[in-house]
């Protein structure tokens, strides 16, 4: 039966039409679905293998290279429990694109582009500040490797890790330290630090009564001082318990004496205050957002729960008809507060966060592989398209240049066997 010219027009139209009235808040012209024909066999391969059944628009990425290195970074980080914010996609993808020898003039990583990336890699980012958007991801591999080595020596429950927290009340603040063990079965007295060396709150009260620890400065800021201070107290009580512990602390300057350089060194603060049962160490700079298991959610959760009861003093005072003026939180109700929050910290959080760190000794055998470095990355990719590159060739057919006459020739005997196919089925 012969076939009309227009056929195929008439058969994209009536696709068309049937599109359109399917999808009334799309159009689609007949002109589109003779090119998605024309491309049939990948856009079959697309549907088959597309994670989202929504996908009406297949782009190509504009530098695959770029984009599949960054891909595996991101992995990589993700499987090593770096945080990944959009400023570090961007810093990596410059990178991964100098690497590839992309002319930085032809390449603009806008924040689209990234929104677009992230969505075609099911990627989620953070928000990162200040420390945790600088950590190179092998520093925190070996510095996690280098504490697991330390933390051997000791039990989990002679393990801490202590760091300070400003807490708000009044228009005022204090700033509170807090001290865990690695399974949460002894938080450490509380050291708060308030403006008022002799507040009237505390006129005539035993001191040793209170539920923290209680030291003063104009600016209720921790100090190199006071921070000795409480180490000596800690090493103390540990002494009386017989147990020697290891002091996880970061490197800030309220920890040691700014003037002494030396000062920075452990081994060096330990012998100066004469700790006998404490071994201070401190993390390396940059890392302890990753690292400080105080700052994996410890400290999240109490400010939460003393949040809870600062509320609730508020709460009662206005319901019982306080004046708010005239009777305003005072250091001590305040002190009471953070103690009970403190204790109000629950034991899974504590190892959770500790877990999360990643920094305990492993119990197993296994080995848990070490990061790819940004070479490593390049390389792998550059291997990759090297062996598609020769798959593709290996597939190639070579098909041989047949002139005109050979052909024609061809044709002529194609021709006579039919015409003598036809005479015998004749006979």
């Known amino acids: 039966m012969p076939v009309a010219p227009n056929a195929k027009r008439t058969c994209t139209a009536i696709i068309a ?44 990425v504009k530098y695959p290279q770029v ?25 990596k993808a410059f990178y991964f694109a100098q690497e590839f020898s992309i002319p930085r003039k032809d390449i603009l990583f806008s924040n689209g582009w990234i929104e677009k990336f992230k969505k075609r890699n099911n990627i989620h980012c953070y928000r990162l500040h200040g420390e945790a958007n600088s950590v190179p991801l092998e520093t925190l591999f070996e510095e996690r490797r280098k504490l697991q080595l ?18 708000f009340f009044d228009k005022t603040h204090i700033t509170v330290l807090l001290a865990t063990n690695a399974i ?6 509380l050291l708060v630090i308030g403006s008022s060396k002799n507040p009237r709150c505390l006129y005539r009260v035993n001191r040793n009564s209170l539920p923290c620890i ?21 090493n103390n009580k540990f002494q009386i318990q017989n147990r020697k512990i290891l002091l996880l602390i970061d490197n800030t300057s309220s920890h040691f004496n700014p003037n002494d350089h030396n000062n920075r060194v452990t081994e060096h603060i330990n012998d100066n205050l004469n700790l006998s049962h404490v071994r201070v160490h401190f ?70 966060c500790w877990q ?67 005479v015998k089925n004749l006979i």
């Open 67 to 91: 984009e599949k290195a960054l891909g595996l970074w991101v992995e990589n980080a993700n499987a090593n429990n770096l945080p990944v914010s959009e400023m570090m996609i961007k810093e």
């Open 150 to 167: 330390i933390l051997q020596d000791y039990t989990l429950d002679n393990i801490f890790n202590a760091d300070e927290t400003v807490s």
């Open 184 to 189: 949460g079965t002894q938080k450490l007295k």
């Open 17 to 60: 039409d049937y599109f359109n009235q399917q999808n009334p808040g799309l159009h689609i012209d007949r002109s589109t679905i003779s090119k998605i024909l024309g491309k049939k066999s990948k856009w079959l391969i697309l549907v088959l293998t597309s994670a989202s059944k929504k996908t009406f628009r297949h782009r190509e």
């Open 214 to 234: 209680y030291y003063a400065n104009s600016k209720a800021w921790m100090r190199s001082d006071i921070f000795g201070e409480w180490l000596e107290y800690i």
């Open 283 to 352: 993390l390396l700079p940059n890392t302890t957002a990753h690292l400080q298991p105080m700052d994996a959610g410890i400290i999240k959760s109490f400010k939460v729960i003393y949040k809870q009861h600062y509320i609730r003093h508020i709460i009662h005072q206005f319901e019982t008809n306080v004046d708010l003026k005239s009777n305003k939180i005072n250091v001590k109700e305040v002190m009471e507060y953070v103690a009970q929050a403190w204790n109000s910290v629950k034991v899974e959080t504590i190892v959770n």
């Open 356 to 422: 999360k760190t990643e920094i305990l000794p492993n119990n197993n055998d296994d080995v848990k592989e070490q990061p790819l470095t940004d070479a490593e990355i390049v390389q792998l990719i550059i291997e990759e398209e090297n062996e598609i590159s020769e798959m593709n060739n290996d597939d190639k057919e070579e098909h041989p240049v047949i002139l005109m006459q050979k052909g024609f020739n061809s044709l002529k005997t194609w021709v006579q066997f039919l015409k003598n196919r036809k």
